[in-house]
C-alpha cells in the first residue's frame, strides 16, 4: 500500500499489523475507503502512489477496478504469509526458519513493455482477442527465448509450452512467465547488500518493491 494513503487512513504503520488490519476489512469496506480517500482529492491526483510505481510504470495499489490491484492483494498476501512465505525488505524470516520461501512483487507489464513497446497482447473479452494481440505474443515470445532486454536472460521452452503461451488469449500463462523472469533475474541477486533481490538497499518498508524496477 502507499504510504501517503496508509497515514491518511490511520491504519498500522508495522507491515505485519497492517496486512493483518487489512486482511480483516471486507471488500466493501476496502472500496468505501479507498473511494472516499479519492473524493477528497483534486482531479489527475485521485489515487496515491507508491515509490515504485514510477519507475515500474505500474498501476496504483490501491486501484479496485480496471485492475483491482487492491483486491488482489487482500486475497493473495495473507495465504503467502499463512504459507510461511518471507517478503524482502519487508518481511524478515523468523530465526528458527530453514530454507524459506521467498516471494517477490513482480510485474509483468514492465517487461513486456521494454520487449514489445505497448502493444496489447491480451484480452480477457472475447470481442478483443484478435489476430494484432496474438501476433504480439509471438513477437514477446519471441523475444523472451532470445534473451533480449536489459536482464540478460533467455526463456528457454518446449513446443508443448510455446503453444500454450500463444494460444492463452488472456495472457495469463504468458504472464506468469514474464513473472517468472523477472524472479530468475532476482534470485541470481538473492545475496546482494540491502534486502537483497536485486531491490534497491532500502525501499520503503509499507511500500515494498517491484522486482527489477
Not at 530453514?98 to 491480451?122: D, F, M, T, V, W
Not at 540478460?152 to 488472456?170: P, Q
Request: proline share 8%.
Amino acid at each position: 500500500m502507499p504510504r501517503e494513503l496508509v497515514v491518511q487512513l490511520g491504519w498500522p504503520l508495522e507491515w505485519e499489523r497492517l496486512i493483518a488490519h487489512y486482511a480483516g476489512l471486507d471488500r466493501d469496506e476496502i472500496r468505501r475507503s479507498f473511494a472516499a480517500f479519492c473524493v477528497a482529492r483534486p482531479a489527475g491526483g485521485k489515487f496515491a502512489h507508491r515509490q515504485t510505481d514510477g519507475p515500474a510504470g505500474s498501476s496504483p495499489s490501491m486501484k479496485w477496478v480496471n485492475p483491482p490491484v487492491a483486491f488482489m492483494l487482500h486475497a493473495g498476501l495473507p495465504r503467502l504469509l499463512a504459507a510461511g512465505a518471507v517478503v524482502p525488505g519487508l518481511h524478515p524470516p523468523h530465526r528458527t526458519a530453514n530454507a524459506p520461501r521467498i516471494a517477490l512483487e513482480a510485474y509483468p507489464g514492465l517487461l513486456a513493455r521494454e520487449l514489445i513497446g505497448r502493444r496489447s497482447y491480451k484480452s480477457d473479452a472475447v470481442a478483443g482477442q484478435s489476430a494484432e494481440r496474438r501476433q504480439a505474443r509471438v513477437d514477446l515470445v519471441a523475444e523472451l527465448e532470445r534473451g533480449a532486454g536489459r536482464l540478460g536472460l533467455r526463456l528457454s521452452l518446449e513446443d508443448r509450452a510455446r503453444a500454450l503461451l500463444l494460444d492463452d488469449a488472456k495472457g495469463d500463462h504468458l504472464d506468469a512467465a514474464l513473472c517468472l523472469v523477472q524472479a530468475a533475474w532476482a534470485q541470481a541477486r538473492s545475496g546482494s547488500a540491502g534486502p537483497g533481490y536485486g531491490l534497491p538497499p532500502v525501499i520503503d518498508p509499507i511500500e515494498g518493491w517491484i522486482a527489477t524496477a
